[in-house]
């Protein structure tokens, strides 16, 4: 265990926004603050991506912040993770005192979002994999969900589970996207547009406005704040790839690895984990880290959740705020993972709250499976 | 066998890809291999097995392979691109990955993995040429 704790946590405005991304940074970053009875004043770290090309520069400069510590590591999704990770050994080694971790994205409300072309032209995936015209990221969890249900011989209506899942989830979430829109059937996801097959529109996330943030400090200033600290136990990461082709085997990511030495870190297993927020881009993505985060053996995810596992009152909570699929995904949504976790672990959840919860994990994804990022986090005892 | 797909711009080659890119003119195509006998696929300034800088050469490949995995894209990222379309990582007989595309079958979805591939061509405006693979099997043409 560090002896560093998540000491507030809050959501930006989400959905539809018409609001910029420095305003929506601003609301995730205050309410965050103030839900750990902390100001402006009191912040000397500040990670965060997607604001521009200096985002930790460009987001402490907005907030009039000089800090002792930034992070503006772009890894996609997974990048608050690997942020939590890089704060709580800022903190240990006295590099600074409190950092806040934020995103936020008006990509609904700006229609910023493209199907493809996302490279750079110098480097070889313009070269030798955009003139194919895959659909990026999408085209590469279609491949990925191909492999899998190949090799086990798994069907898209038990993928579909995933998706269905986390709606009943979202439907216990006011927050959500979906909320109030009802569940989803097996025919509603499989009989879904098909975008780049296996992979239809109900196995894709939405594409929303939105963001958050938390602060973490030492678990010692930590006693004297407003929240119950939550405590980070363990964190791991691993980066495969970048092109399409770096991958030898798409049916096992990085996120075995990254699990793996987050768990060791934190003296746990899988069987210990009490709510599991996991990245799910779409559905593969998903089924893809649960499996290789070792709550199942090789090959057994579709069976696993078959039963209603991942469901409200299942043996495995998972996305509990109803994920990117059916919640909010605003581009990179690894820092909800975080904020769900931490509100589960206060017990602040709801109608949603996994009862007694004291473990749970955040597992980030960025890219193409390109980057995994675990983070173990425990209740306050 | 020819195909209606006309592809999108492809950026020049640089100091390191240009062996490649030159051979596609001919429509052969290469696989970067190491003095050390690693091969690799898009080609490197570094052999990532043994790290040599100076042993790397581009081999000509019969370029015979089997489907990797695919996917049937049905959602253009531009415009001018007609759906659907079959990208595919084919691995080749050499072991290399590529990322490519899968024509010659009038069903898309009748692809499978592990289905044996051959390379075809399609010509670029400035004489270069972009692989794309075939099936081998001339008795599934009606697939």
């Known amino acids: ?381 | 066998m020819s195909t209606d797909w006309v592809p999108g711009d492809v950026p020049p080659a640089d100091e390191v890809t240009a062996d490649f890119w030159d051979a596609t003119r001919e429509h052969r195509l290469t696989v970067q291999t190491c003095a050390c006998g690693h091969r690799q696929h898009p080609p490197r300034a570094l052999c990532t097995s043994c790290g040599a800088t100076e042993a790397l050469s581009q081999a000509a490949s019969p370029g015979r392979g089997v489907v990797d995995a695919y996917t049937v894209v049905h959602r253009a990222p531009r415009p001018d691109l007609a759906v659907p379309y079959v990208v595919a990582r084919v691995r080749l007989d050499e072991g290399v990955l590529l990322l490519s595309r899968l024509e010659g079958r009038h069903d898309p979805e009748a692809w499978s993995i592990g289905d044996a591939v051959g390379v075809a061509w399609a010509d670029l405006p400035d004489g270069r040429a972009l692989p794309f693979f075939l099936p081998t099997d001339p008795t599934e043409e009606s697939r």
């Open chain 1, 1 to 381: 265990m560090s002896g560093v704790a998540i000491v507030g946590a809050a959501e930006c405005d989400l959905g539809v926004t018409d609001r910029s991304i420095l305003g929506l940074q601003t609301q995730a970053v205050t309410r965050a603050l103030a839900d750990a009875g902390l100001t402006l004043a009191d912040v000397d770290g500040i990670a965060t991506t997607g604001v521009s090309r200096f985002s930790a520069s460009q987001l402490a400069d907005y907030l009039g912040v000089v800090p002792r510590w930034t992070d503006s590591t772009f890894a996609g999704g997974s990048a608050y993770e690997m942020f939590v990770a890089r704060a709580a050994q800022a903190i240990e080694a006295g590099q600074c005192e409190v950092v806040v971790i934020s995103f936020a994205s008006n990509q609904r409300s700006a229609k910023s979002r493209r199907l493809g072309g996302v490279h750079e032209p110098w480097v070889p995936e313009a070269q030798f994999e955009e003139p194919y015209d895959p659909l990026y990221p999408l085209s590469y969890y279609a491949m990925a969900a191909r492999a899998y249900l190949h090799r086990y011989g798994g069907t898209r209506e038990q993928l579909a589970e995933v998706a269905i899942a986390a709606r009943e989830w979202a439907l216990l979430n006011p927050k959500a996207f979906r909320y109030g829109k009802g569940s989803l059937s097996v025919e509603d996801v499989v009989g879904s547009p098909m975008i780049s097959s296996p992979l239809a529109a109900a196995d894709c996330c939405l594409v929303t406005d939105g963001g958050g943030a938390v602060v973490l400090t030492s678990a010692e200033r930590a006693r004297d704040l407003r929240q119950k600290p939550v405590h980070v136990l363990g964190y791991g990461e691993r980066t495969t790839n970048t092109s399409f082709t770096a991958v030898d085997d798409l049916t096992v990511p990085g996120a075995a690895a990254s699990g793996a030495d987050a768990f060791a870190r934190a003296g746990i297993t899988p069987a210990d984990v009490d709510v599991l927020e996991v990245y799910d881009s779409f559905t593969i993505t998903a089924a893809l880290s649960v499996e290789a985060l070792g709550f199942c053996g090789e090959g057994e995810v579709l069976d696993l959740i078959a039963d209603g596992a991942i469901r409200p009152g299942g043996s495995l909570p998972l996305n509990t705020n109803g994920g990117g699929l059916s919640y909010c995904h605003p581009g990179q949504y690894g820092v909800l993972l975080l904020v769900e976790a931490v509100r589960q672990l206060r017990g602040e959840c709801g109608d949603r709250q996994v009862d007694g919860a004291e473990i749970a994990v955040a597992h980030g994804t960025g890219g193409i499976l390109s980057t995994h990022a675990t983070v173990v986090l425990g209740a306050d005892r």
